[in-house]
């Protein structure tokens, strides 16, 4: 069973940062790839931005040329550097793993972007 830890999430104003992290237990053998959704109130939940194991990266449209992914594969763990912060980013943001034996959650974190 991999477990996953986000951290970083909070109240920011609008145009400010926040950078989320999400380590995963477990082995990187088998990884696809890992990535951040979020899930607004009253919305479907969406994809953030996604890395897979080549480092290959995709975003939202709303978000590119703001937020960031990277990861860290000695420390299992993947990052979402978020800059420029607007009151449309509040959600909840969840970290995914996906495995090649299937896909594992986050237990979410808050993020409140003020205006």
């Known amino acids: 069973q991999v477990q996953l830890v986000e951290s970083g999430g909070g109240l920011v104003q609008a145009g400010g940062s926040l950078r989320l992290s999400c380590a995963a237990s477990?082995?990187?053998?088998?990884?696809?790839?890992m990535g951040w959704y979020r899930q607004a109130p009253g919305k479907q939940r969406e994809l953030v931005a996604r890395i897979d194991r080549g480092g290959s990266t995709n975003y939202a449209d709303s978000v590119k040329g703001r937020f960031t992914i990277s990861g860290d594969n000695a420390k299992n763990t993947v990052y979402l550097q978020m800059n420029s912060l607007k009151p449309e980013d509040t959600a909840v943001y969840f970290c995914?793993?996906?495995?090649?034996?299937?896909?594992?959650w986050g237990q979410g974190t808050q993020v409140t972007v003020s205006s």
């Open positions: 477990g082995s990187i053998f088998g990884r696809n790839a």
């Open positions: 995914n793993v996906e495995y090649i034996w299937g896909v594992y």
